[in-house]
């Protein structure tokens, strides 16, 4: 072994002989805390988002092209401020043409109900029958007596006959008696047939009047047809109206545009959302919580929001309350890719809080933030820090406490805790020291040197 090899060793041995009597001496340099007397409130810590509870949508009524929307995102409207328009030409159009069919329905109805024509033929046709019945009357008196005039000639040729077998009358008185005879049986039938005939045509003449009044009743079964019709008409012109209406797209609330779906002219269907509103003074914020945390949550239960978003760190932040909670969970993967059964809570600012939060900043949906629901507090409790305790081997707490200058194992039973504190409810008392975050290899009995208590 040279010189220089000697003397390495020489520092070796030297340099551990002097840090085992260092140790030994001194102790292992560990963090310690001690057991105090003070308030503890549990919380649930998680990340959240604003939100708005409801989105006021501004959707194409019908299908149609709407004109180019001028509104930008961060923008202010006001309730029945017109923040889209469809095309007015086509809907002018529209209502001209169901307006059109309308009067064209009205004037036909106008006409039908007219009867001047056939009320003044109906007092023509009974004016007829009128004149049937006096001509059928006057054709039964000339039957009448062409029927005694036949009877007179037939008589009066057989009178004639005899007076000529007598030659009291001559042959000549026979022949125009004979004749006279003839004449008056052909004027009789001619009469018959007349009259015939006349009852024949005053049958059909009854009918005229009859027929002029189903006429008329014809005419209201149409007017009838073209009053629904009309009603129709008036029906379509009435939607067209409410179409022209609609075309004027106007905001439902008071609030700003939270998105703006178009920008330029287009034909769009009907139900496509053209712009999104939202009041930002209902802004509240929702959290995802772990579902063993959510089952000790509670509506009501005081919440402190923090975040840059708020401007506001941990401790003093603004003050909110928990709203509801979601009664379903679903499944949600960490940014470690750790699947995790996860609950939505709402969280509601403080009364005035979300307004002077608007007047000094700019916040609005989807702001990330942090919310911390406190679930219970006391007033009074025993406590060490939250990197004092750790599970012993059967998977209760315990502790490193200091004493007489060794670490000591010291089972103990907590209380309410959160990130910050843990309540000790057996196991330590007030003045106790504790080590922080003691290592996984520190031993029990292991002599230490407190540097900060």
Do not use: C
């Not at 002097?18 to 990340?47: C, H, N, W």
């Not at 959707?59 to 409207?77: C, N, S, Y």
């Not at 073209?226 to 106007?250: D, G, P, V, Y």
């Not at 809570?345 to 702001?367: C, H, K, T």
Request: charged share 25%; net charge negative; hydrophobic share 45%.
């Amino acid at each position: 072994m040279n010189r220089w090899s000697f003397v390495g060793l020489l520092v070796v041995v030297v340099g551990g002989a002097l840090a085992t009597y260092f140790s030994m001496s001194s102790g292992l340099p560990v963090q310690t805390a001690k057991v105090t007397r003070g308030p503890i409130r549990e919380f649930v810590d998680e990340r959240g988002k604003t939100r708005l509870p409801e989105d006021h949508l501004v959707t194409m009524p019908f299908a149609g092209r709407v004109e180019a929307i001028d509104l930008i995102e961060g923008q202010a409207v006001t309730a029945g401020q017109i923040v889209a328009r469809i095309s007015a030409t086509d809907s002018d159009q529209e209502v001209a043409e169901a307006k059109a069919a309308v009067d064209r329905l009205e004037a036909s109805l106008v006409e039908n109900d007219d009867a001047t024509v056939e009320q003044s033929t109906r007092e023509q046709a009974e004016l007829f029958v009128e004149s049937m019945i006096a001509t059928v009357a006057a054709a039964e008196a000339r039957k009448i007596a062409g029927k005694s005039r036949l009877d007179y000639s037939e008589i009066f040729v057989g009178r004639t006959r005899k007076l000529a077998e007598t030659g009291a009358e001559t042959q000549d008185d026979l022949d125009k008696a004979e004749l006279s005879y003839v004449e008056s049986q052909i004027d009789y039938r001619t009469d018959v047939l007349t009259v015939e005939a006349l009852k024949s045509m005053q049958a059909a003449t009854k009918l005229l009047p009859r027929i002029v009044t189903e006429q008329i009743s014809k005419k209201s079964l149409s007017g009838a047809v073209i009053r629904q019709q009309k009603q129709e008409a008036e029906a379509r012109l009435r939607q067209a109206l409410t179409r022209q209406e609609r075309s004027a797209m106007k905001s439902p609330v008071d609030g700003v545009i939270l998105e703006r779906a178009i920008t330029n002219e287009q034909y769009l269907a009907a139900g496509a959302t053209l712009l999104r509103i939202g009041r930002l003074e209902q802004l509240e914020i929702e959290a995802d919580v772990l579902s063993e945390d959510v089952v000790q949550i509670r509506p009501r239960d005081p919440v402190e929001i923090y975040g840059p978003a708020v401007g506001a760190t941990a401790g003093h932040g603004v003050a909110g309350s928990v709203d509801r909670i979601y009664p379903s969970g679903f499944m949600k993967i960490s940014s470690l890719g750790v699947e995790q059964q996860r609950v939505t809570i709402v969280v509601r600012f403080a009364d005035g809080v979300l307004g002077q939060l608007r007047a000094a900043r700019e916040i609005g949906v989807d702001y990330r933030v942090r919310v911390r629901v406190f679930t219970e507090e006391r007033a009074d409790a025993l406590l060490v820090p939250r990197s004092a305790i750790f599970r012993s081997v059967d998977n209760g707490w315990e502790v490193f406490a200091v004493r007489r200058n060794r670490a000591e194992k010291q089972a103990v039973e907590v209380g309410l805790m959160n990130d910050e504190s843990v309540e000790i409810i057996s196991g330590l008392a007030a003045g106790d020291a504790v080590i922080l975050a003691p290592e996984s290899n520190l031993e029990v009995g292991t002599r230490v040197a407190v540097s900060g208590a």
